[in-house]
């Protein structure tokens, strides 16, 4: 099932739904969406390895779900994404303050949270979080593009969008490199770049509206994700 | 799917940022960004110039902001003005965003030019702005968010306002061609909302009251001024000048831009300025200032005939 809303709806906000489709959809969405941040902070902050970070991520939505946290967000009290990172501070904290109960109990724990030697700044650790959820927004929009791109038959489009601006955005391909790769004229490749690119667009503004419960939240993480100084 | 690189993250961001702008405008680097959108270095196709093209962050931004982007557009295009940025064109993109264009400024803002002149040169800028607000002034519009950063000087030494956005304007302005007075006129902001830029925002228009006028203005180019003069020692007269036009009352300010220019100008010539009460010491070192060589040339005739009156005496 597509984790993407089929109109511009807040699937946040359907986090509270009485409908369990619809929760479950949004459950799936804020998953998806954050769980590369979450990743992110536990590995950064609390000096975990991968393997164990992804456990803890998987601990912390699902605990997230079983006690209803995230049903509990308040739209009226600021952006949801702000929510979520102040749970998963309680959530880390508490467990780094359980794990230090076992140790001294002499247990042994299956995750030894500790908090990271290195100096991290709260800045340093919000800044991670951005740009971690950042990086999922645009992973999740590139995701429906390629859906869009392979059910409309533009395989070639989305082909191309790629070649030019993900794998070749340390270095861009010159159009005539792309026509003579993909065997299409050089203005195919403007049009197709200008196709996908556009939609893409869209497909970004779509996933922010539904990660978001308000149009003022809407559009303070819009110019968040696109409003970044030159 | 692989996980996105930095550099894909930011190709994508710029992908998704980048206005469509067809077939006319080819978008270049980015060149600033503010409160309502981006500005892009763009060339225009048909007649074959660069231009600064402003548009909306995203075109779902609120109808205030979009209102307010065609307002601020509008608002350039009514002052024909050598000191206010020139307006070429208006539109919306491809994409759904409100966009203008406008004469590519390049230049140094005032705040960054400031540090590497002397105070004649800086007062002589500041009274460049005072004519350009001046003018706005006289077609009814109160810019309400000047400060050094909102000032170009060009390329030819020209003195440029910019960023209108906020601007208040006479009701009879905003609504031409529209049939009726627009909530436009200001700057589609209420009572009871604040515009503008601490430091530079006069109280009365920090707390958001209706009658913001052109004082309001005098308020911000008198901090503006004060920035301009920075920490050296500042002359007395100037002080005064500063002071008066930052009074925390508006009926305490100089009255209109022109006073608090006339006062600028004044002090340059060495002329009296009208905020500041002079001493008599301070009078007759003005005039002597004002007047050296006249002074000097008196005072070698008054040496000669007293040398001459103290030889026939001998």
């Given amino acids: ?230 | 799917m692989k996980p996105l690189t930095d550099a894909a993250v930011a190709r994508l961001r710029d992908a998704v940022d980048r206005p469509d702008a067809g077939e006319r405008y080819e978008i270049h680097e980015l060149l600033g960004r503010g409160g309502m959108g981006a500005v892009y270095r763009a060339t225009d196709r048909v007649l074959r110039r660069d231009v600064a093209l402003k548009v909306l962050t995203t075109e779902l931004e609120s109808g205030d902001i979009a209102r307010r982007l065609e307002r601020e557009a509008r608002v350039l295009a009514s002052l024909e003005h050598p000191g206010i940025v020139a307006i070429h064109d208006a539109g919306t993109l491809g994409d759904g965003r409100p966009f203008y264009t406008m004469r590519l400024v390049r230049g140094r803002r005032l705040d960054e030019q400031s540090k590497r002149e002397g105070r004649g040169e800086r007062l002589r800028r500041f009274l460049g702005v005072c004519d350009a607000v001046s003018f706005a002034h006289s077609a009814g519009v109160i810019h309400r968010d000047l400060k050094p950063a909102n000032v170009m000087i060009g390329e030819f030494g020209e003195v440029l306002v910019l960023d209108w956005g906020v601007a208040k304007v006479a009701a009879e302005l905003a609504s031409a061609g529209q049939g009726a007075p627009s909530p436009a006129a200001d700057g589609d902001t209420g009572p009871g909302v604040a515009v503008g830029t601490p430091g530079f925002m006069a109280p009365e228009q920090s707390s958001g009251a209706e009658s913001v006028d052109g004082r309001a203005d005098v308020f911000a180019l008198g901090a503006m001024l004060r920035t301009l003069l920075g920490t050296e020692k500042v002359p007395p007269p100037l002080r005064a000048i500063v002071f008066r036009a930052t009074a925390e009352s508006a009926s305490g300010r100089y009255p209109t831009v022109d006073a608090l220019a006339s006062d600028v100008r004044a002090w340059l010539d060495g002329a009296a300025v009208s905020a500041y009460a002079e001493s008599p010491w301070e009078r007759a070192l003005r005039f002597y200032r004002r007047n050296s060589a006249l002074v000097l040339l008196l005072l070698a005739y008054l040496t000669v005939r007293l040398f001459i009156l103290w030889w026939r005496g001998v």
């Avoid at chain 1, 929009?141 to 869009?148: G, I, K, V």
Wanted: proline share 3%; net charge negative.
């Fill in chain 1, 1 to 230: 099932m597509s984790v993407f809303p089929e109109t511009r709806v807040s699937l946040v906000v359907a986090l509270s739904s009485d409908d369990p489709s619809m929760r479950a959809r949004a459950v799936d969405l804020v998953v998806s969406a954050y769980r590369a941040p979450v990743v992110a902070v536990l590995r950064r902050q609390w000096s975990l390895d991968l393997a164990d970070a992804e456990d803890l991520a998987h601990d912390f939505f699902a605990h997230a779900l079983e006690r209803e946290w995230l049903s509990r967000y308040d739209r009226t009290r600021g952006r949801f994404r702000t929510f979520l990172r102040s749970c998963l501070q309680d959530f880390a904290t508490t467990a780094h303050e359980a794990a230090n109960r076992l140790k001294r109990g002499g247990h042994l724990i299956a995750v030894p949270l500790e908090e990271s030697t290195a100096t991290v700044t709260e800045a340093d650790v919000d800044r991670l979080f951005e740009q971690e959820w950042v990086r999922s927004v645009l992973t999740l929009s590139l995701e429906r593009l390629s859906a869009q791109c392979a059910a409309a038959g533009r395989q070639a489009t989305y082909d191309v969008f790629v070649a030019h601006d993900v794998e070749g955005a340390d270095d861009p391909p010159r159009y005539s490199d792309l026509a003579a790769r993909f065997g299409i004229p050089v203005t195919q490749v403007a049009n197709y770049l200008h196709w996908a690119r556009g939609r893409f667009r869209g497909h970004v503004l779509d996933t922010l509206r539904a990660l978001t419960a308000s149009d003022s939240e809407f559009r303070d993480e819009a110019r968040a994700l696109l409003g970044r100084e030159p």
